[in-house]
């Protein structure tokens, strides 16, 4: 099969590829990781009060309809309906934001910041890093373990009888992090007791299966995870691996847990962080591609699910009116940093990811990859979906080789702040069908190509993916040759003398 190299032009002032310039190549591999589940953020808005009866912001993030496609929704399961006097926070203050998502097929999900005071060893909600709690450290008491359960069980019935089916509860936020604010803390063991003697408590049946999220430690500690890992009941009742990514990195802290926790049929979602929120003005162009590095390594820690701090927030997806962060900051209009999430919360939620040769960043030199770019890709229906990020300062030719063929496709294109150069989209111009494509990354950009297979090559007719068993096998390319080092598309011979097309 010949492999037909394409230059082209994009009509959107990326200029065509050039003999002899450096050049990246991307193998993509049909070697299948992670499914994705989605993308989303907390709904809540200024100092975490929830949005109340204002849903335009969710309105506008959230549905397959939308312009940015989010489909997770976290909310905090207040220590009470009525706020246990502890701030103006209760069930209410999200019911409107998770009802607009149920209704458009979202996952609603709810964590507990703190579990009612009575049940704690400081008697109230906040965590008791303050001078008028005297330093005491909130904890849940022992004796009241047996009552956590069931509260979450009042939790989910007053959103079911408000039409919000919850679809998970976490345990804990940031169980590590000793606060003034709402808060309580969780050893490792601690954690263990809880669900391991008292998770049986959670009514799955009546409530549609409701499944448990562990706690969310600050920089997905691994010690919370592993405790929960070594106990049979505890990885019963887990359904999913959760945590924060505050000044740990999602290759080097999450990656470790997404490998034991993946194999066992469970989930690893990141359920907050924030990036750049200390600015005084909007994120500048080079911080939203910081942003988009951080959803691609997620992705290539084994993360199947992403979810962003503040929905709402000059430094977040939609602008809250306040002029001294800058004229474009209006009140809901979407700003930079949601079209970066559009990239992959519209394209990549269903997916699943695939291996490419660029997957292992982390630790590798400039010689051996160069650390300016990243990529990932994934395989959706028909589609092969492939993420590229330069944030150099020029452009960078790029060779996507796919595991089989495609004969169209078209690209999402994001340079820069300005509304017109928010978010791209045109079609490759792929003239015959090919399993290899040449592109000029712009400078400073994220690209999204979504490349359509050629159903009718014989490129992929009959093509299965590769066994992994241990069968002793032969391998041929299309003429018959045979391969040393079997690649791409060849005809591989069984023991017994069966024959097929695979991709390898």
Same mark, same amino acid.
């Given at each position: 099969?010949?492999?037909?190299?394409?230059?082209?032009?994009?009509?959107?002032?990326?200029?065509?590829?050039?003999?002899?310039?450096?050049?990246?190549?991307?193998?993509?591999?049909?070697?299948?990781?992670?499914?994705?589940?989605?993308?989303?953020?907390?709904?809540?808005?200024?100092?975490?009060?929830?949005?109340?009866?204002?849903?335009?912001?969710?309105?506008?993030?959230?549905?397959?309809?939308?312009?940015?496609?989010?489909?997770?929704?976290?909310?905090?399961?207040?220590?009470?309906?009525?706020?246990?006097?502890?701030?103006?926070?209760?069930?209410?203050?999200?019911?409107?934001?998770?009802?607009?998502?149920?209704?458009?097929?979202?996952?609603?999900?709810?964590?507990?910041?703190?579990?009612?005071?009575?049940?704690?060893?400081?008697?109230?909600?906040?965590?008791?890093?303050?001078?008028?709690?005297?330093?005491?450290?909130?904890?849940?008491?022992?004796?009241?373990?047996?009552?956590?359960?069931?509260?979450?069980?009042?939790?989910?019935?007053?959103?079911?009888?408000?039409?919000?089916?919850?679809?998970?509860?976490?345990?804990?936020?940031?169980?590590?992090?000793?606060?003034?604010?709402?808060?309580?803390?969780?050893?490792?063991?601690?954690?263990?007791?809880?669900?391991?003697?008292?998770?049986?408590?959670?009514?799955?049946?009546?409530?549609?299966?409701?499944?448990?999220?562990?706690?969310?430690?600050?920089?997905?500690?691994?010690?919370?995870?592993?405790?929960?890992?070594?106990?049979?009941?505890?990885?019963?009742?887990?359904?999913?691996?959760?945590?924060?990514?505050?000044?740990?990195?999602?290759?080097?802290?999450?990656?470790?847990?997404?490998?034991?926790?993946?194999?066992?049929?469970?989930?690893?979602?990141?359920?907050?962080?924030?990036?750049?929120?200390?600015?005084?003005?909007?994120?500048?162009?080079?911080?939203?591609?910081?942003?988009?590095?951080?959803?691609?390594?997620?992705?290539?820690?084994?993360?199947?699910?992403?979810?962003?701090?503040?929905?709402?927030?000059?430094?977040?997806?939609?602008?809250?009116?306040?002029?001294?962060?800058?004229?474009?900051?209006?009140?809901?209009?979407?700003?930079?940093?949601?079209?970066?999430?559009?990239?992959?919360?519209?394209?990549?939620?269903?997916?699943?990811?695939? +291996?490419? #040769?660029?997957? !292992? =960043?982390?630790?590798? /030199?400039? $010689?051996?990859?160069?650390?300016?770019? *990243?990529? %990932?890709?994934?395989?959706?229906?028909?589609?092969?979906?492939?993420?590229?990020?330069?944030?150099?300062?020029?452009?960078?030719?790029?060779?996507?080789?796919?595991?089989?063929?495609?004969?169209?496709?078209?690209?999402?294109?994001?340079?820069?702040?300005?509304?017109?150069?928010?978010? +791209?989209? #045109?079609?490759? !111009? =792929?003239?015959?069908? /090919?399993? $290899?494509?040449?592109?000029?990354?712009? *400078?400073? %950009?994220?690209?999204?190509?979504?490349?359509?297979?050629?159903?009718?090559?014989?490129?992929?007719?009959?093509?299965?993916?590769?066994?992994?068993?241990?069968?002793?096998?032969?391998?041929?390319?299309?003429?018959?040759?045979?391969?040393?080092?079997?690649?791409?598309?060849?005809?591989?011979?069984?023991?017994?003398?069966?024959?097929?097309?695979?991709?390898?």
């Amino acid at each position: 099969m010949k492999r037909i190299i394409l230059s082209f032009v994009v009509l959107l002032g990326v200029t065509a590829v050039q003999a002899g310039k450096p050049r990246t190549s991307l193998q993509v591999y049909n070697t299948k990781k992670q499914t994705v589940t989605g993308f989303g953020g907390a709904c809540c808005d200024g100092a975490m009060k929830p949005f109340g009866n204002d849903n335009a912001c969710v309105s506008k993030l959230y549905g397959a309809k939308s312009k940015i496609g989010l489909n997770i929704l976290r909310m905090e399961i207040s220590p009470s309906f009525t706020g246990d006097n502890w701030g103006d926070y209760d069930w209410n203050g999200s019911l409107p934001s998770a009802q607009t998502v149920k209704k458009r097929g979202g996952i609603v999900f709810g964590t507990p910041w703190s579990p009612p005071g009575e049940y704690k060893t400081n008697g109230t909600a906040q965590g008791g890093n303050s001078d008028d709690q005297g330093n005491v450290r909130g904890k849940l008491r022992e004796d009241c373990y047996e009552k956590f359960f069931p509260w979450f069980n009042t939790f989910l019935k007053w959103m079911k009888n408000h039409d919000v089916v919850m679809d998970a509860v976490s345990i804990q936020n940031e169980p590590d992090w000793w606060v003034n604010y709402s808060g309580c803390l969780y050893e490792p063991e601690e954690q263990v007791n809880l669900i391991k003697n008292y998770a049986h408590m959670l009514d799955r049946e009546t409530y549609d299966g409701v499944r448990i999220i562990s706690a969310e430690p600050l920089g997905f500690a691994k010690s919370y995870y592993d405790a929960l890992l070594k106990d049979e009941t505890c990885r019963e009742q887990v359904d999913i691996f959760a945590g924060h990514i505050y000044g740990h990195l999602p290759l080097q802290f999450i990656k470790p847990v997404a490998k034991t926790a993946l194999p066992l049929g469970k989930e690893v979602w990141m359920t907050e962080h924030s990036v750049t929120d200390n600015t005084d003005a909007l994120p500048t162009w080079e911080e939203n591609l910081i942003f988009a590095e951080e959803l691609n390594e997620c992705m290539l820690a084994g993360c199947t699910g992403y979810i962003y701090w503040y929905l709402r927030a000059h430094w977040a997806f939609a602008g809250t009116g306040e002029t001294k962060y800058g004229a474009a900051n209006k009140k809901d209009e979407l700003l930079p940093r949601a079209f970066v999430m559009s990239h992959f919360s519209k394209n990549v939620t269903g997916s699943t990811r695939l +291996q490419t #040769s660029q997957d !292992d =960043i982390e630790g590798r /030199t400039k $010689e051996e990859i160069p650390v300016n770019y *990243e990529f %990932s890709a994934y395989a959706k229906g028909d589609s092969i979906i492939v993420m590229a990020i330069n944030t150099t300062e020029k452009a960078h030719d790029l060779k996507i080789v796919l595991p089989y063929n495609v004969k169209s496709g078209m690209l999402w294109l994001s340079t820069g702040n300005e509304t017109a150069n928010l978010c +791209q989209k #045109s079609d490759l !111009d =792929i003239p015959k069908s /090919t399993d $290899e494509y040449l592109y000029e990354m712009p *400078e400073k %950009s994220l690209s999204t190509f979504i490349f359509m297979a050629d159903n009718g090559s014989t490129a992929i007719e009959n093509v299965n993916l590769v066994d992994d068993d241990d069968a002793p096998k032969t391998y041929y390319d299309l003429h018959g040759r045979r391969l040393d080092t079997p690649h791409g598309l060849c005809i591989e011979r069984s023991a017994n003398g069966k024959s097929r097309k695979v991709i390898m």
